[in-house]
């Protein structure tokens, strides 16, 4: 008896455990494809001129972060900000407490200070190459000498474009 119930055993788990048998077989092609489009970001920046006397002259520099697709071409434009009477040539910072009162500045995409970074229309605008990281781009700044403004914090917020 147990060695019917044994062998009625085995049969049944080789008859729950054989594979189907297929007639023949086919092939195919999955065509698997994606676009990468030009595309650019910016998360904007800052530039810290520090403290200042209202009567010196001062620099600073800061800088602004891009990203564009790897091989993307653009330009990187910045407007002439917030302030009052404001210009590409003559930014304006704002003060915090008094805002009537202001500091004339300049931006500048190189060092030297010889080129105004403006809108396209006003100064220049800087060419740019994507690589397909967070680039960090210099901004540079100065402030003319003699402004003799009063004590206080003062801003100014300024547009930052990327074209492509």
Do not use: E
């Not at 676009?35 to 600073?60: E, H, K, P, Q």
């Amino acid at each position: 008896m147990f060695r019917k119930t044994f062998i009625l055993a085995l049969g049944l788990a080789g008859a729950l455990t054989t594979h189907a048998a297929f007639a023949g077989s086919a092939t195919g092609t999955l065509n698997v494809t994606g676009t990468v489009t030009n595309s650019c970001t910016t998360s904007g920046g800052s530039l810290s001129f520090g403290t200042l006397d209202g009567v010196t002259a001062a620099t600073g520099s800061g800088s602004i972060s891009v990203t564009c697709t790897n091989g993307t071409s653009a330009t990187i434009a910045l407007d002439k900000g917030l302030g009052s009477g404001a210009s590409i040539a003559a930014r304006q910072m704002a003060g915090v407490t008094d805002n009537t009162k202001s500091i004339t500045y300049s931006l500048f995409s190189d060092s030297g200070h010889s080129t105004l970074w403006g809108d396209g229309t006003n100064g220049s605008t800087l060419s740019y190459s994507g690589t397909g990281n967070a680039d960090t781009v210099p901004v540079y700044g100065s402030i003319a000498a003699s402004q003799h403004v009063p004590a206080q914090v003062y801003n100014d917020s300024v547009t930052v474009t990327v074209a492509y």
